[in-house]
């Protein structure tokens, strides 16, 4: 029997007119109690002590039962391996069993449609903007006697991995009703009507121009190009769209995206996001090579050729060191961006980085389509939540 500080020990029983504090019944124990002593433990600190559960150092020498090592915590489960408690069969399972369940969270967890639908928007409209000017030009893309021919085109690329059936006709009328199809299907994916067959219809009749015009393509045309086949495995019609009124009044459908979260949204924002940092790690990495970009010098000359210049920053040439350290920052920025932008803290920084990078890129470099764009795919790197939450106060308005 243990010894007790004091002549009693704390029972089960409860005082119904304290409190609902323990009795301290006289129980027997090494010390000899006092017969029929009852102490409330509201009044007595031993008592109360007796009472608590245990705490601190007390509490972390209670051993944890081995088969209940698979519901710890990551950090407890490191603490418990390290002493001895759990065997290295059981633990080397349990590591397994946390990196595949981190696996399925990060690329099956259901998610929200929400930041999804605004990348289709703006993606839906840019896509008609480009077909609508590949159709002012239809006959200089893709006629007859177009800018590009065949021979040379096959002279420069492998056909075989890039097949189009627009090298298998070139009458007007052909031509102009396939660009007339692909502006409609990509205005519908825009107003999110059927988007689960428009998606696919507007990334096919894309991706057919793209490979047909394979040198009069530019980063705005791959951007869309790339986002348009991502969306077209997600649920990106299920909320601000036709879809989403479609499917309160006629029910479920199979061509009908929903508007709750969904693993297939989940895996296309990681598509996204993970196209975006092999771009930018490219990106950085070719720039590292040259000599310019480490000098100092290569926005100077960037932001001077009057072929791109829409703003007339030559004033920033009295400022050197301005120059110097905006080019090594974007060079940073855009080789560290795949690391970066995952940790929570330094998201916001990145992000923020994208938008002035872009921002430029759009204003003083005459391509607003192409930073525009890639602001818009950025933004995969942004919680449903908070888009829904924004967005919504912008409707109410």
């Known amino acids: 029997m243990s010894r007790c500080p004091m002549r009693f020990r704390p029972n089960r029983r409860r005082h119904r007119g304290r409190g609902g504090a323990l009795w301290c019944s006289p129980v027997p124990c090494r010390g000899g109690p006092v017969p029929s002593a009852r102490k409330c433990p509201r009044r007595d600190p031993w008592a109360q002590r007796l009472s608590r559960p245990a705490k601190g150092w007390a509490a972390t020498k209670q051993r944890k039962p081995a088969a209940a090592i698979g519901q710890m915590a990551p950090r407890d489960r490191r603490r418990t391996m390290a002493e001895g408690r759990v065997s290295p069969v059981r633990g080397a399972r349990a590591f397994v069993t946390d990196w595949m369940a981190a696996w399925n969270r990060f690329w099956f967890e259901p998610l929200l449609p929400h930041t999804l639908a605004v990348i289709r928007v703006f993606t839906g409209a840019m896509a008609a903007y480009i077909h609508a000017i590949w159709l002012s030009h239809v006959d200089d893309f893709m006629g007859p006697t177009p800018w590009v021919d065949r021979p040379a085109w096959e002279a420069l690329h492998d056909r075989d991995w890039a097949w189009s059936w627009l090298w298998y006709f070139d009458q007007p009328a052909l031509l102009i009703g396939h660009q007339v199809v692909a502006i409609v299907a990509a205005l519908a994916l825009m107003v999110g009507l059927a988007t689960r067959i428009t998606s696919v219809l507007s990334w096919w009749l894309m991706l057919m121009v793209c490979h047909r015009l394979t040198l009069a393509l530019f980063g705005l045309d791959q951007i869309v190009v790339m986002l348009l086949m991502y969306l077209m495995l997600s649920q990106c019609g299920g909320v601000w769209s036709i879809d989403r009124r479609l499917r309160s009044r006629i029910g479920p459908r199979w061509w009908l995206a929903t508007d709750q979260p969904h693993f297939s949204n989940r895996v296309a924002t990681r598509l996204i996001q993970l196209h975006l940092c092999v771009i930018y790690a490219f990106s950085g990495l070719s720039k590292a090579r040259g000599e310019m970009w480490f000098d100092g010098s290569a926005l100077w000359y960037a932001l001077v050729n009057y072929e791109y210049q829409s703003l007339d920053l030559v004033w920033l040439g009295r400022y050197p060191w301005l120059v110097s350290l905006l080019t090594l920052a974007t060079l940073f920025w855009e080789t560290f961006y795949c690391a970066l932008v995952w940790p929570r ?26 930073g525009w764009m890639m602001i818009v795919a950025n933004m995969a790197f942004i919680q449903p939540q908070a888009v829904r939450r924004i967005v919504g106060k912008l409707l109410n308005r």
């Open 345 to 370: 803290l330094t998201r916001p920084f990145v992000l923020g980085m994208a938008v002035v990078v872009h921002g430029g890129i759009a204003l003083a470099l005459g391509m607003p389509t192409f």
